[in-house]
């Protein structure tokens, strides 16, 4: 005699001498273990579900970002700006790296006069000294004075 949870009493094996109660569990369990795996596999496409809903989302956002951005001029991020106009002015193009840069003016130039007295000749003797003077330009073209 067997008193099980809900209180019933059942007589397994009284007339065959197997425990039948315990051989019906345990076909219950194997009928159920397909199931089982089905609700597992269940849970895998849900997760795999859950993340290709997460890779269309992101690229959904992508494209919109793509869209607004149909001008050349809407890739470059490029732009210069000064402080005070008066004293330096700035301009970029479109082969200008990003980032950002910083020019310090820590003095402004003065202009510088230079001069000498009156000469009444050229041609006196010893006042400037004697030999040439080149000077050369940047493009490499040179001038000399004799």
């Known amino acids: 005699m ?9 007589f397994d094996g009284l007339s065959s001498g197997l425990q039948s109660g315990q051989i019906v569990d345990q076909l219950v369990q194997v ?3 397909p199931i089982r795996q089905i609700e597992a596999q269940s849970a895998v496409v849900q997760a795999h579900r859950a ?3 997460a890779v269309i989302g992101a690229l959904s956002k992508l494209g919109d970002v793509a869209g607004k951005m149909d001008q050349a001029s809407d890739l470059s991020g490029v732009s210069a700006s000064v402080s005070n106009a008066d004293i330096v ?7 200008a790296q990003l980032g950002s840069h910083t020019l ?9 006069l230079t001069y000498s007295d009156s000469v009444a000749a050229a ?12 000077i050369t330009l940047q493009n ?4 000399s004075f004799s």
């Open 2 to 10: 067997v008193d099980d949870a809900s209180g019933a009493i059942r």
């Open 31 to 33: 009928a159920r273990q």
């Open 51 to 53: 993340g290709l809903n």
């Open 89 to 95: 002015s700035a301009a970029v193009s479109n082969q």
């Open 104 to 112: 310090t003016v820590q003095q402004l130039a003065a202009a510088q």
């Open 123 to 134: 041609d006196q003797g010893g006042l400037f000294g004697s030999g040439s003077l080149a």
């Open 140 to 143: 490499g073209s040179s001038q």
